[in-house]
């Protein structure tokens, strides 16, 4: 298990431009989260995704996001665009997630998982995942839907990096943080102006509060 993070990583999910993507790496952010589930209104062309790639600074980079697409997308997204993660957000299988040789992590639907044996046995069949992004969304749905499950249903003892999603905002991510210590939140909603649009001040600000959490005064 790991020892409690020194500070917390930080996802900004669900970005479409060029602008946007550099706005998140200059707020902060660690490692951008771009969708490709054709009914997201998140979704991003590969070709915008390409130069979102090329324009960020070192040290930030891509985490592709998939939802039971077909083998040839995912395929795809990797040949060309090379992400340095994938997510996956459905009802993917362990062989299907461990194929394409790069680190993944997977999501699990916490509005389906009512107990702790429910939530460690899930975890369990993906063994090779590098961390568990724990959504409140139930197997078959979205994310990004900007919506919160009651927090303490993680096991306290969860052994695998943790990454909390599901209705994260400005006014709540450093309460998540001190409460739960996980290795990253992942935001998409809580910081945009309207549906799939985000906002540069409400980046700053998550990214600001997630700072604050790790380093109270």
């Known amino acids: 298990m790991l020892q409690q993070p020194a500070r917390t ?5 669900g970005l479409k431009s060029v602008e946007m993507a550099l706005a998140a790496a200059n707020a902060g952010a660690d490692t951008i989260g771009l969708v490709f589930h054709a009914r997201s209104p998140r979704c991003v062309e590969l070709d915008r ?13 891509i985490t592709a996001l998939f939802m039971d697409e077909p083998q040839e ?12 993660c994938l997510q996956f ?3 993917e299988t362990p062989d ?3 194929q394409w040789g790069r680190a993944y992590i997977k999501a699990l639907p916490m509005g389906d998982l009512s107990t702790v044996r429910e939530i460690l046995d899930y975890a369990a069949r993906y063994r090779s995942s590098r961390g568990f992004l724990f959504d409140s969304h139930s197997a078959g749905r979205q994310g990004g839907s900007g919506d919160t499950f ?20 400005p006014q ?10 996980p290795w990253a939140v992942d935001v ?23 700072f604050r959490a790790d380093h109270p005064c």
């Open 9 to 13: 990583r930080i996802k900004i999910c």
């Open 49 to 61: 995704a390409l130069e979102i790639r090329d324009a960020l600074p070192a040290f930030v980079d």
């Open 73 to 84: 997308r995912v395929a795809e997204v990797v040949d060309r665009l090379g992400p340095e």
């Open 89 to 91: 957000h459905g009802a």
């Open 96 to 98: 299907f997630c461990e």
């Open 150 to 169: 009651d927090w303490s249903r993680i096991p306290s003892d969860f052994p695998h990096p943790l990454i909390l999603a599901g209705g994260l905002n």
């Open 172 to 181: 709540n991510v450093a309460r998540a943080i001190t409460e739960l210590r």
């Open 188 to 210: 998409s909603s809580g910081v945009e102006r309207e549906r799939g649009v985000k906002d540069t001040a409400l980046m700053q600000q998550f990214c600001q509060e997630v």
